[in-house]
Protein backbone atom coordinates (compact mmCIF):
# COMPACT_ATOMS: atom_id res chain seq x y z
CA UNK A 1 0.00 0.00 0.00
CA UNK A 2 1.46 3.78 -0.70
CA UNK A 3 0.93 6.01 1.70
CA UNK A 4 0.61 9.48 0.64
CA UNK A 5 -0.71 10.54 3.77
CA UNK A 6 -0.17 10.57 7.85
CA UNK A 7 -1.89 13.13 10.36
CA UNK A 8 -1.61 12.28 13.72
CA UNK A 9 -5.52 13.14 14.87
CA UNK A 10 -5.59 12.87 18.43
CA UNK A 11 -4.87 11.67 22.23
CA UNK A 12 -8.13 9.95 23.44
CA UNK A 13 -8.07 9.96 27.45
CA UNK A 14 -11.58 8.39 27.57
CA UNK A 15 -14.26 6.68 25.52
CA UNK A 16 -16.23 9.99 24.97
CA UNK A 17 -13.03 10.96 23.20
CA UNK A 18 -12.53 8.03 20.39
CA UNK A 19 -13.25 8.99 16.49
CA UNK A 20 -16.45 8.05 15.54
CA UNK A 21 -16.29 8.03 11.76
CA UNK A 22 -16.29 4.81 11.08
CA UNK A 23 -13.07 4.35 9.54
CA UNK A 24 -11.36 0.68 9.78
CA UNK A 25 -8.21 0.98 13.17
CA UNK A 26 -5.39 -0.87 12.56
CA UNK A 27 -3.93 -0.53 16.58
CA UNK A 28 -0.71 -1.69 17.85
CA UNK A 29 -0.73 -2.86 21.43
CA UNK A 30 1.92 -4.39 23.88
CA UNK A 31 4.50 -3.89 27.08
CA UNK A 32 5.29 -0.34 27.82
CA UNK A 33 8.80 0.33 25.92
CA UNK A 34 8.57 -3.06 23.72
CA UNK A 35 8.34 -1.14 20.97
CA UNK A 36 4.78 0.00 19.71
CA UNK A 37 5.89 3.73 18.65
CA UNK A 38 8.97 2.69 16.47
CA UNK A 39 6.99 -0.28 14.74
CA UNK A 40 3.99 2.74 13.64
CA UNK A 41 7.41 4.80 12.96
CA UNK A 42 8.77 2.09 10.52
CA UNK A 43 6.24 1.17 8.71
CA UNK A 44 5.21 4.99 7.65
CA UNK A 45 8.60 5.49 6.66
CA UNK A 46 8.86 8.68 9.59
CA UNK A 47 10.97 9.92 12.00
CA UNK A 48 8.73 10.95 15.25
CA UNK A 49 5.00 10.63 13.64
CA UNK A 50 4.64 8.56 16.81
CA UNK A 51 6.51 9.69 20.26
CA UNK A 52 8.92 6.80 20.95
CA UNK A 53 10.42 7.09 24.66
CA UNK A 54 12.75 5.84 26.96
CA UNK A 55 10.73 6.74 30.00
CA UNK A 56 7.97 4.13 29.55
CA UNK A 57 4.93 3.71 31.33
CA UNK A 58 3.86 7.20 31.13
CA UNK A 59 1.35 7.57 28.13
CA UNK A 60 -2.12 6.25 29.40
CA UNK A 61 -3.75 7.63 26.22
CA UNK A 62 -4.72 6.22 22.96
CA UNK A 63 -3.35 7.98 20.14
CA UNK A 64 -4.97 8.11 16.27
CA UNK A 65 -2.80 8.43 13.10
CA UNK A 66 -5.07 8.70 9.60
CA UNK A 67 -3.72 7.32 6.84
CA UNK A 68 -4.82 8.34 3.09
CA UNK A 69 -7.84 9.32 5.03
CA UNK A 70 -8.66 5.87 4.58
CA UNK A 71 -7.56 4.20 7.87
CA UNK A 72 -6.11 4.58 11.48
CA UNK A 73 -3.15 3.36 13.20
CA UNK A 74 -4.01 3.16 16.66
CA UNK A 75 -1.27 3.47 19.22
CA UNK A 76 -2.51 2.33 22.81
CA UNK A 77 -0.93 2.63 25.66
CA UNK A 78 1.73 -0.31 26.96
CA UNK A 79 1.64 -2.22 29.88
CA UNK A 80 3.67 -4.09 32.40
CA UNK A 81 5.83 -1.12 33.52
CA UNK A 82 6.54 -1.81 37.25
CA UNK A 83 6.72 1.53 38.23
CA UNK A 84 3.95 2.55 37.19
CA UNK A 85 1.09 3.34 40.37
CA UNK A 86 -1.70 0.49 40.88
CA UNK A 87 -4.40 2.52 39.69
CA UNK A 88 -2.43 3.24 36.62
CA UNK A 89 -1.88 -0.29 35.41
CA UNK A 90 -6.11 -0.92 36.66
CA UNK A 91 -6.99 1.79 34.10
CA UNK A 92 -4.61 0.67 31.62
CA UNK A 93 -6.44 -2.98 31.44
CA UNK A 94 -9.70 -1.16 31.68
CA UNK A 95 -8.96 0.90 28.97
CA UNK A 96 -7.56 -1.66 26.76
CA UNK A 97 -10.26 -3.96 27.88
CA UNK A 98 -13.27 -1.92 26.68
CA UNK A 99 -11.82 -0.61 23.52
CA UNK A 100 -10.65 -4.69 22.40
CA UNK A 101 -14.38 -5.61 23.74
CA UNK A 102 -16.29 -2.02 21.44
CA UNK A 103 -14.63 -1.48 18.68
CA UNK A 104 -16.31 -2.39 15.80
CA UNK A 105 -13.77 -0.97 13.11
CA UNK A 106 -11.16 -2.31 14.70
CA UNK A 107 -9.94 -4.74 11.65
CA UNK A 108 -6.20 -6.04 13.11
CA UNK A 109 -4.58 -6.05 16.45
CA UNK A 110 -1.14 -6.12 15.82
CA UNK A 111 0.08 -7.90 19.48
CA UNK A 112 3.76 -6.88 19.76
CA UNK A 113 6.36 -9.02 21.98
CA UNK A 114 10.15 -8.38 22.80
CA UNK A 115 11.80 -11.35 20.80
CA UNK A 116 14.75 -11.17 23.64
CA UNK A 117 12.16 -12.54 26.10
CA UNK A 118 9.52 -15.12 26.51
CA UNK A 119 6.08 -13.91 26.24
CA UNK A 120 4.63 -12.40 29.84
CA UNK A 121 1.89 -13.40 31.95
CA UNK A 122 0.55 -10.18 30.54
CA UNK A 123 1.15 -10.88 27.37
CA UNK A 124 -0.71 -13.81 27.47
CA UNK A 125 -3.61 -12.03 29.12
CA UNK A 126 -3.78 -9.66 26.20
CA UNK A 127 -3.61 -12.63 23.59
CA UNK A 128 -6.13 -14.43 26.15
CA UNK A 129 -8.84 -11.50 25.51
CA UNK A 130 -7.96 -10.76 21.47
CA UNK A 131 -9.02 -14.49 21.14
CA UNK A 132 -11.84 -14.08 23.72
CA UNK A 133 -13.09 -11.22 21.69
CA UNK A 134 -12.71 -12.96 18.56
CA UNK A 135 -10.30 -10.42 17.00
CA UNK A 136 -7.98 -10.79 14.00
CA UNK A 137 -5.02 -10.44 14.87
CA UNK A 138 -0.91 -10.72 14.48
CA UNK A 139 1.69 -10.86 17.10
CA UNK A 140 4.97 -9.54 16.45
CA UNK A 141 8.21 -9.89 17.86
CA UNK A 142 9.98 -6.81 17.54
CA UNK A 143 13.81 -6.11 18.14
CA UNK A 144 14.79 -8.70 16.52
CA UNK A 145 17.83 -6.86 14.98
CA UNK A 146 19.30 -7.13 18.81
CA UNK A 147 19.52 -10.97 18.51
CA UNK A 148 21.48 -13.06 15.98
CA UNK A 149 20.13 -15.15 13.80
CA UNK A 150 20.63 -18.12 15.45
CA UNK A 151 19.06 -16.77 18.84
CA UNK A 152 16.48 -15.28 16.98
CA UNK A 153 15.11 -18.87 15.63
CA UNK A 154 15.51 -20.20 18.88
CA UNK A 155 13.10 -17.64 20.77
CA UNK A 156 11.11 -17.12 17.73
CA UNK A 157 10.03 -21.41 18.47
CA UNK A 158 10.07 -20.85 22.28
CA UNK A 159 7.53 -18.08 22.11
CA UNK A 160 5.24 -19.69 19.46
CA UNK A 161 4.91 -22.70 21.74
CA UNK A 162 3.92 -20.52 24.91
CA UNK A 163 1.46 -18.46 22.77
CA UNK A 164 0.23 -21.16 21.17
CA UNK A 165 -0.49 -23.23 25.06
CA UNK A 166 -2.75 -19.70 25.42
CA UNK A 167 -4.82 -20.74 21.59
CA UNK A 168 -4.11 -19.62 18.00
CA UNK A 169 -7.78 -19.53 16.19
CA UNK A 170 -7.89 -16.10 13.81
CA UNK A 171 -3.94 -15.14 14.68
CA UNK A 172 -1.68 -18.28 14.95
CA UNK A 173 1.28 -16.24 13.17
CA UNK A 174 4.49 -14.85 14.59
CA UNK A 175 6.43 -12.32 12.52
CA UNK A 176 9.90 -11.46 13.61
CA UNK A 177 10.24 -7.76 13.23
CA UNK A 178 12.91 -4.76 13.49
CA UNK A 179 12.43 -1.14 13.23
CA UNK A 180 15.78 -0.37 12.89
CA UNK A 181 16.38 -3.04 9.51
CA UNK A 182 12.77 -3.10 8.39
CA UNK A 183 12.79 -7.07 8.76
CA UNK A 184 9.17 -7.58 8.70
CA UNK A 185 7.87 -4.55 6.99
CA UNK A 186 6.69 -6.51 4.53
CA UNK A 187 4.81 -8.98 5.95
CA UNK A 188 2.77 -6.82 8.60
CA UNK A 189 2.16 -4.19 5.52
CA UNK A 190 0.89 -7.48 4.22
CA UNK A 191 -1.63 -8.25 6.88
CA UNK A 192 -2.87 -4.21 7.09
CA UNK A 193 -3.49 -4.15 3.77
CA UNK A 194 -5.89 -7.45 3.73
CA UNK A 195 -7.82 -6.23 6.39
CA UNK A 196 -8.57 -2.92 5.79
CA UNK A 197 -9.52 -3.58 2.30
CA UNK A 198 -11.83 -6.55 3.03
CA UNK A 199 -13.34 -3.97 5.82
CA UNK A 200 -14.48 -1.44 2.96
CA UNK A 201 -15.23 -4.20 0.40
CA UNK A 202 -17.98 -5.46 3.29
CA UNK A 203 -19.21 -3.05 5.77
CA UNK A 204 -20.63 -4.81 8.50
N1 LIG B 1 17.33 -1.94 18.27
C1 LIG B 1 16.01 -1.70 18.27
N2 LIG B 1 15.47 -0.81 19.14
C2 LIG B 1 14.14 -0.61 19.13
C3 LIG B 1 13.28 -1.30 18.20
N3 LIG B 1 12.01 -0.90 18.44
C4 LIG B 1 12.08 0.01 19.44
N4 LIG B 1 13.35 0.19 19.87
C5 LIG B 1 13.79 1.10 20.97
O1 LIG B 1 13.09 0.73 22.16
C6 LIG B 1 12.71 1.90 22.92
C7 LIG B 1 11.21 1.93 23.15
O2 LIG B 1 10.56 2.06 21.90
P1 LIG B 1 9.09 2.73 21.78
O3 LIG B 1 8.72 2.64 20.34
O4 LIG B 1 9.04 4.07 22.41
O5 LIG B 1 8.23 1.71 22.66
P2 LIG B 1 6.68 1.82 23.10
O6 LIG B 1 6.68 2.28 24.52
O7 LIG B 1 6.15 0.42 22.98
O8 LIG B 1 6.00 2.76 22.16
C8 LIG B 1 13.23 3.10 22.13
O9 LIG B 1 14.47 3.47 22.67
C9 LIG B 1 13.40 2.55 20.71
O10 LIG B 1 14.40 3.20 19.98
C10 LIG B 1 13.89 -2.25 17.28
O11 LIG B 1 13.24 -2.91 16.46
N5 LIG B 1 15.25 -2.39 17.37
MG1 LIG C 1 4.94 4.48 22.58
Redesign the pocket.
Known sequence: MKITSTMFVKSAFEESQWLRDGRPEVA?M?????????????LLRVKGL?????T??R?QAINFFLLNERFYFV?LP?YGFARVPRDVRASWGKLVADYLAKRDSLVLSIH?VDSRHEPTTLDLQLREWLLANGKPFLTVA?????LSQNESHKNLARARKVLDAVGSGAGGELVA?????G?GRERVWRAVEEAVTASQQSPS
Not at 30 to 42: D, E, H, L, T
Request: without cysteine.
Open positions: FGRSNVGKSSMINSARTSSPGTDGITKSDKYSATTL
